[in-house]
């Protein structure tokens, strides 16, 4: 098998492998957007290329959203990015102060750098990780007492598809991406995993039981599929 990278300006990198047992052309992507393409052993590279460009819109579907980082975008609900340049770093820091996420890069790169977007995510991460430590686990608890639902505890993590999920132990998790969404809706997510305390499916029963504690979990449902696990920019 031989392959050649290339980088599409559009969807990004695509690798085009040469396959001996290939009749035909067979194209996938993958969770994080990577593009590959196998094609029969005789057939040119650029044919292969082609073929993805073909099938362009498809594939832009199929990636996850491109997020990139431009300067004073708000992160969270309380900080703000700014990149500055600098001639004395010889490669991206990002620190965090006061509600700024700054992140200083050298002079010889641009914002749009991997590296430099790269020190970017790993600021707005950190961010959201504290605000969703702090302010998820208050909410959490103060709901859980309300709704006399008392729960083990709770995680905070970086998930790609979920809001949160609860265990038979009533061991909680809360996606840190959660911490960025209307109040009303972090509120939905929790009542939903509090409710998971008591009733572990999604039957019938689990949604007459939320619907007590969130009388309007069935709107509030349907808002939250407006919105995506991931850094939302402000
Ligand atoms: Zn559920």
């Known amino acids: 098998m031989s392959l050649k990278a290339f980088n599409l300006d559009s969807i990004g990198s695509v690798t085009v492998y040469k396959r001996r047992n290939n009749r035909r052309i067979n194209l996938s992507?993958?969770?994080?957007?990577?593009?590959?393409?196998?094609?029969?052993?005789?057939?040119?590279?650029?044919?292969?290329?082609?073929?993805?460009?073909?099938?362009?819109?498809?594939?832009?579907?199929?990636?996850?959203?491109?997020?990139?980082?431009?300067?004073?975008?708000?992160?969270?609900?309380?900080?703000?990015?700014?990149?500055?340049?600098?001639?004395?770093?010889?490669?991206?820091?990002?620190?965090?102060?006061?509600g700024l996420i700054l992140v200083k890069y050298p002079n010889q790169q641009s914002v749009n750098n991997p590296e430099v977007q790269a020190a970017a995510l790993k600021g707005a991460l950190k961010v959201l990780r504290s605000q969703a430590e702090l302010q998820l686990l208050k909410r959490l608890d103060l709901i859980a007492q309300q709704t006399g639902l008392p729960y083990q505890s709770l995680k905070i993590k970086r998930l790609r598809r979920r809001w949160g999920s609860c265990d038979r132990e009533k061991n909680i998790v809360l996606n840190l991406y959660l911490v960025q969404l209307p109040d009303e809706l972090i509120d939905y997510v929790i009542c939903h995993e509090l409710t998971h305390t008591q009733v572990l499916n999604h039957g019938a029963d689990f949604w007459s039981s939320l619907k007590q504690i969130s009388p309007k979990a069935a709107e509030l449902k349907i808002r939250l599929r407006q919105y995506s696990p991931a850094i939302i920019f402000y």
Request: charge should be positive; proline fraction near 9%.
């Open 29 to 98: 992507v993958n969770a994080h957007g990577t593009v590959r393409v196998s094609i029969p052993a005789w057939m040119p590279y650029q044919t292969g290329l082609n073929f993805v460009r073909s099938k362009e819109s498809w594939i832009l579907k199929q990636q996850p959203p491109k997020q990139v980082f431009t300067n004073a975008q708000a992160i969270g609900k309380a900080h703000k990015l700014a990149f500055v340049s600098s001639p004395l770093i010889e490669k991206p820091k990002v620190t965090v102060k006061d």
